[in-house]
């Protein structure tokens, strides 16, 4: 019987386990599992590296050398929510470092170019309020930033 869930399949020219080990370096509750290899029959060098399956935050992932065909764009991201500034700020780092892009409104592409919104969950909370001026004051104030900054969004929710 097949294994329940998802697996979500990352599609790298080459660069398959070295993503694979930057991704484990970055987020807690991660690791390598297996890693396949081409054989005789290709379409790769036999020897070389086919998929490696990893666990990152807990989330499946296979990274996949599948060749140049296809790329990342910003149509699929991974949201990762974060509990405080601190994880902000680490996330945004790890990711935008060796070639990461930043982007507007919490949005970072990785040095693979995988794309990423860094979230607290705060931001959440403040844009969900009921109060719609409070609420509409935390989006502008999002709208105007690249990494989102907790603090700067609650004087905006407060009206400061």
Known sequence: MATEGFTTCLWFDGQAEEAAQ??????KNSAIGGI???NDAGPGPAGSVITVDFVANGQKFVALNGG???TFNESISFQIHCENQEEVDHYWTRLTENGGEPGPCGWVKDRYGVSWQVIPDRLIELISDPDAEKAARTTRAMLAMGKLDIAALERAYAGE
């Open 22 to 27: 930057y991704y484990v370096s970055i987020f």
């Open 36 to 38: 396949s290899r081409y």
């Open 68 to 70: 140049p065909q296809f």
